[in-house]
């Protein structure tokens, strides 16, 4: 017998289907993810500077009654409470942010005192939380006072068995004072640490002139406060201007310094002198958030690819404080270029990405100046000072109630006696007679035996005439922005006090000093000033012997090999290398493999066509100026800072078509006016040097015309001081052709046969 399935009382799931396109239900969907991460994920509340995962930690934590006076507790014992009952997510982040409130290096004012292994500014993980213990500090506490105040409002928990505070109302100015980084979905906030008297002098500020202009808060309010202190080398004018925007970035420095002086003040010069002129650089804090190891190993990767060559060493020889030893290569170098090339190639300097973009009392993200996130929080502050004011009052109105119902027990205490002896039900008779609530009557039937004395109603009274006074003082702050806001500023002082520029908790730690303007920093000046000579083979082989040797000297060369180019150098300078494709290589002599054996191919250097060939080395000179020119009589003048090449690839510089080969390569000195210029037909034209244009790139303009064959060669001189050549031979001599008049053209001619003598291999 067949099953029939057609109403078997189970809806069908297919019915829950629902027909929409793709893209807006994912999109939807989406949107709710992107809200959550958001709102209750990665950005801090700007009334209390936390995200949730902290708060419920800090609340969790409150809860076990981890006061900094009691006794520690497991850190395990901690994670499981808060996932368990506030915040469902994986035990790793939830230690991972106790961690970081109990780091003294991440948090200016730490709110988790951790007992253990809690990690290092090394970069050392934190131990398991099995083996980690926690409480509160004292900051926690100021941060959390006024929860049993009715001054928040509090929500269920993701299962609804417990309940939680929404924020956090304590006068700790959490948000500035340690700050908060997070990336949420399409934005992030990234903001610093800041000095508590600071802030608290600035909402003064605001408080007292709600006008007030952001020049006047940055006054007091200097900048950020890191707990690894360093320096801020950025001017006042940049830093108010990231903090009026709510964006910028600020650049931190490490603090070179021996430590502090006889009167608190720290030696900025970081040098230790050692005697006999020897000196070493001590580094004593580090940027925020670059771990001391990483740092290290940057510096001494540094010196191992030679590319610090004026730093011998770097020892860490630090204990509970950070010592870094930086040993110079020689004594006679200069400390201030040896910090400036650390800053630039290290960690030592780094650039702090201001983003204040925090969520609102609305719960609404926004990135916001200064000014409007002192007031945001003036405003809640206010608020919480409302709420804790009326729930006083409530509190006071019961305790009234109850007093005035005790005092009329006391004066008819015979009566009441009675009435509870004899009435079955004493309640109502009490009520109807003595005009009592029933909160009253419950009150009085439920008192001890031993306050029925006589001083009880003189402490009574006492406790009444106190409570109506404090009822009357709190109605009028109630009443008054004036009173709020004077008592606001009289909690404030009292903050400030306790965490003030004489406390070692609110000390300022980072410096706020603009730098010095950059010196002109290049590689070059920290490479040791040698002569050398080079010397590149016709197969390519380039090598840097130590000294000016003579340039005719007997070089070793390998076997069918011979010399190409030999010149004399400097370590410092960097070599030209022309080839006839017309693109120019560039190499430091510095870097150049030295002279015992034969060197090393160039090719291995830089990426040379295998059919090119270098037609020219010559040292680069600052503002210098080549004559270049091809084999088809076009050529052009180019400036030597345009040669450069940064890369193996080289720079184009002459453009050539086939057949065309790059074929002149000659130095420019200053005094020279004129250009000679001589073809395979032995005709030779003279003319002025400012008929040649100077360019960066191209094939330049026509030096010479010719009906057969091309350019031989090309040389600029003082027309006054003539043409000169070697006459060839044993001799060595040369002749001078001083009238050249005859020769003397527009660019672009002909030409007419050379004076006698010339050369017959037509070069100059």
Do not use: C
């Not at 505070?165 to 903001?191: C, K, Q, R, W």
């Not at 004594?331 to 650390?342: G, W």
């Not at 009566?415 to 609530?437: C, N, Q, S, W």
């Not at 120019?584 to 002279?595: E, H, N």
Request: hydrophobic fraction near 40%; aromatic fraction near 6%.
């Amino acid at each position: 017998m067949a099953t029939d399935t057609t109403d078997t009382g189970e809806p069908d799931p297919f019915d829950a289907i629902v027909d929409a396109p793709f893209d807006s239900a994912l999109s939807e969907r989406y949107l709710v993810y992107a809200l959550s991460t958001i709102t209750a994920r990665s950005l801090p509340d700007l009334r209390d500077g936390l995200k949730p995962v902290h708060r419920r930690l800090l609340w969790a934590m409150r809860q076990l009654k981890l006061d900094p006076t009691g006794a520690f507790k497991k850190s395990a014992r901690v994670v499981g409470d808060v996932i368990g009952k506030y915040h469902p997510h994986g035990d790793a982040s939830v230690y991972d942010a106790m961690v970081r409130l109990a780091q003294d290096f991440a948090l200016r004012y730490p709110l988790v005192e951790g007992q253990g292994n809690f990690g290092n500014i090394d970069g050392d993980n934190a131990a398991a939380y099995r083996y980690t213990e926690a409480r509160l500090t004292r900051t926690a506490i100021r941060l959390m006072a006024g929860l049993d105040e009715g001054t928040v409002d509090f929500v269920p928990t993701y299962n609804g068995e417990e309940e939680e505070p929404e924020i956090f109302p304590g006068l700790f100015p959490n948000l500035l004072a340690n700050g908060a980084s997070g990336i949420a979905v399409g934005m992030a906030t990234n903001i610093p640490s800041h000095n508590v008297a600071e802030i608290v002098d600035a909402t003064l500020l605001l408080i007292d002139n709600p006008h007030v202009e952001h020049a006047q808060l940055m006054e007091v309010f200097h900048g950020p406060d890191f707990p690894t202190g360093g320096v801020v080398v950025d001017s006042a004018a940049a830093i108010s201007a990231a903090y009026e925007t709510g964006r910028g970035p600020i650049r931190v420095r490490g603090r070179f310094s021996t430590g502090r002086g006889e009167d608190g003040a720290w030696e900025e010069t970081g040098v230790e002198k050692l005697g006999s002129g020897q000196w070493q650089l001590v580094v004593s804090e580090i940027p925020y958030m670059v771990q001391k190891g990483k740092l290290i190993e940057q510096i001494a990767q540094l010196i191992a690819d030679k590319k610090l060559p004026i730093l011998e060493d770097v020892r860490d020889e630090s204990d509970e404080h950070i010592r870094l030893v930086l040993v110079p290569k020689s004594r006679n170098v200069d400390p201030e270029l040896l910090k400036e090339s650390l800053y630039r190639l290290t960690d030592l300097e780094t650039r702090f990405g201001l983003n204040l973009n925090v969520l609102d009392s609305r719960r609404t993200p926004g990135v916001l100046g200064l000014k409007l996130i002192l007031q945001e929080w003036v405003i809640s502050q206010i608020d919480i000072l409302l709420r804790r004011t009326t729930h006083r009052l409530e509190k006071i109105a019961a305790r009234l109630e109850l007093l005035e119902g005790y005092i009329i027990a006391y004066l008819n205490l015979d009566r009441i006696i009675e009435i509870i002896r004899t009435e079955d039900e004493p309640k109502p008779v009490m009520m109807a007679e003595f005009g009592l609530t029933d909160r009253q009557a419950e009150a009085i039937l439920n008192m001890r035996l031993r306050s029925l004395r006589k001083l009880e109603e003189m402490e009574l009274r006492k406790e009444r005439d106190e409570l109506l006074a404090e009822q009357d003082d709190l109605q009028k702050l109630l009443d008054s922005p004036a009173r709020q806001r004077t008592r606001l500023k009289r909690d404030l002082a009292a903050l400030r006090k306790e965490y003030g520029e004489d406390t070692p908790l609110g000390r300022r730690r980072t410096t706020i000093a603009e730098a010095a303007p950059t010196r002109e920093f290049s590689m070059d000046a920290m490479i040791e000033k040698e002569p050398v000579t080079v010397i590149l083979s016709q197969r390519g082989w380039i090598r840097a012997a130590k000294g000016h040797l003579p340039l005719d000297g007997d070089f070793k060369f390998k076997e069918g090999d011979g010399p190409a180019f030999a010149l004399h150098a400097q370590t410092t300078d960097k070599l030209l290398f022309a080839v006839d494709n017309g693109r120019f290589y560039t190499l430091g002599a510095d870097k150049l493999p030295g002279a015992r054996g034969f060197g090393e191919p160039i090719r291995t250097m830089v990426d040379i066509d295998p059919d090119a060939h270098i037609v020219a080395v010559l040292p680069y000179r600052a503002k210098g100026q080549l004559l270049l020119a091809a084999n088809s009589g076009r050529g052009f003048a180019a400036e030597m800072d345009e040669l450069l090449a940064e890369t193996r690839k080289g720079r184009g510089v002459v453009t050539t078509k086939p057949g065309v080969k790059l074929t002149v390569v000659r130095e420019i000195a200053p005094e020279h006016d004129h250009v000679a210029v001589v073809g395979d037909n032995r005709k030779l034209v003279v003319f002025a040097l400012s008929e040649v244009p100077i360019l960066a790139k191209g094939q330049g303009v026509a030096l010479q015309r010719y009906r057969d064959g091309g350019l031989s060669d090309a040389i600029t001189l003082r027309l006054e001081d003539g043409l000169s050549w070697s006459m060839g031979g044993e001799s060595g001599r040369t002749r001078t052709e001083r009238d050249l008049m005859l020769w003397k053209v527009a660019r672009g001619a002909a030409g007419r046969m050379p004076p006698t003598g010339f050369p017959r291999d037509n070069k100059f």
